[in-house]
C-alpha cells in the first residue's frame, strides 16, 4: 500500500482504540528498518524526519527514495515533518512529497500561533497533506513553562480556528531522556484527553516524549561504552493506556536512537577484527526493527490492523 497521508490512519486508529507509532529516523538504514517491522507486524506507521535528519537525509527526494524502497510493502505510511518551526520549512516538505507536516507554532502567542498554523494547514490541504499543530508547550524539564497542561477549551477554539488534522498537547511528558524526577509519579493527564474527547468527539490528539528507555536497550548501549546516565522514561503501562484513547499517534525518538547506536556500540565490540561496514549495521538494524516491532505489537496495538482496514473499505465503497 502506497504512501498515505494521516487522516485515514488516524480514523481508523481512533475507532479501534489503538495509536500509529511515528518513529524519528535520520537515515535510510533506520527508515528501511522501521518500514520491515510495520510490514511484518501488518501495521500502519509514521517515519518521521526533523529538520534537521530531513537536510542529513537527503532534501528533495526523500519521497522519491522511500517510495522505491517500499514498493513491494503493502502497510500504509506516511512521511511527515516533526516540529516544523516555520511556514517556509513546512511548504518546501510539502512541495518534496511529505504527506504529513506538524507546524510547531508553541513558542508564539495563541493568537500568533492560530495565524501561522492556519497558514500552513491552508497551504497544505490543498495538496492534500495533513498537518498537526502543538498547543502547549511541550518542554523539556529545565524548560520554565514545564508542567503547564494543555487548556480543553483551548483546544477546542484552537481546532475550529485552524482546521488542524490532530494535535499535540501538553499532558504529562517532556523531551529529553529524563521525563519525570527521581522521586516523580509518573502520570499523563488522562482528565485532559477525556476533556477533549467531550467537546471535540473524533478528533485525533498526538502525544510527544514518550519513550520509555527500557533497560534492555539502555544496558547495551552503556555496557559498550555509553554513557547515558539519569534516564527516567514513560511508563509502557501508561503508553498502552493511552493508545485506547483520543490519542492516535504516539511519537518515539530517543529509544529508536538509543536502539540504533546501541547496536552499533555492541557490533563494533563484538566484531573487532572486521572491517565490512554490515557486520556493524545489520545488528544495528536489526535492533531497530526489534523495538519497532515490541511497540507496534505490545504497547501501541496496531498491528494486524491492516487486514482489517482495507476489508472495512471494501464494505464501505
Ligand atoms: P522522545 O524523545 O521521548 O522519544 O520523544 C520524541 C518526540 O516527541 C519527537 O517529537
Redesign the pocket.
Known amino acids: 500500500m502506497p504512501l498515505v497521508n494521516t487522516k485515514k490512519m488516524f480514523m481508523d486508529a481512533y475507532k479501534n482504540h489503538y495509536a500509529v507509532g511515528a518513529f524519528?529516523v535520520d537515515t535510510l538504514l533506520q527508515c528501511q528498518a522501521v518500514l520491515e517491522a510495520a510490514e511484518e507486524c501488518d501495521s500502519p506507521v509514521i517515519l518521521?524526519f526533523s529538520s534537521g535528519s530531513r537536510d542529513f537525509f537527503h532534501p528533495g527526494n526523500i519521497k522519491d527514495i522511500l517510495e522505491i524502497v517500499s514498493k513491494d510493502m503493502h502497510i500504509p505510511f506516511a512521511i511527515h515533518l516533526?516540529?516544523g518551526k516555520n511556514f517556509e520549512i513546512c511548504k518546501s516538505c510539502i512541495d518534496e512529497g511529505f504527506t504529513s507536516v506538524m507546524i510547531d507554532a508553541s513558542n508564539y502567542d495563541f493568537e500568533e500561533n492560530i495565524h501561522i498554523t492556519k497558514e500552513v494547514v491552508d497551504y497544505a490541504h490543498k495538496k492534500g497533506v495533513t498537518v498537526e499543530g502543538e498547543l502547549g508547550p511541550i518542554s523539556k524539564r529545565n524548560d520554565p513553562r514545564f508542567k503547564k497542561y494543555t487548556d480543553p477549551e483551548m483546544v477546542k477554539e484552537f481546532v475550529m480556528r485552524t482546521g488542524v488534522d490532530s494535535l499535540a498537547v501538553s499532558m504529562g511528558t517532556c523531551?529529553g531522556l529524563a521525563k519525570f524526577g527521581p522521586d516523580e509519579k509518573a502520570e499523563l493527564q488522562f482528565d485532559l484527553i477525556e476533556e477533549v474527547e467531550k467537546l471535540l468527539p473524533g478528533f485525533p490528539l498526538v502525544l510527544?516524549?514518550?519513550?520509555s528507555i527500557p533497560e534492555e536497550y539502555l544496558n547495551i548501549f552503556n555496557e559498550n561504552g555509553g554513557e547515558l546516565k539519569g534516564t527516567r522514561g514513560v511508563p509502557e503501562e501508561l503508553l498502552e493506556k493511552v493508545a485506547k484513547t483520543a490519542v492516535c499517534k504516539i511519537?518515539?525518538?530517543?529509544?529508536f536512537r538509543v536502539a540504533f547506536v546501541g547496536g552499533l556500540r555492541k557490533s563494533l565490540n563484538d566484531f573487532k577484527d572486521r572491517f565490512e561496514p554490515r557486520y556493524f549495521l545489520i545488528p544495528a538494524k536489526e535492533q531497530c526493527k526489534k523495538i519497532v516491532k515490541e511497540k507496534l505489537s505490545n504497547v501501541f496495538k496496531s498491528a494486524n490492523k491492516i487486514g482489517k482496514m482495507e476489508k472495512e473499505e471494501k464494505i464501505c465503497h
Open positions: 524519528n518521521a516533526d516540529h523531551h510527544h516524549g514518550s519513550s511519537n518515539i525518538g530517543t529509544d
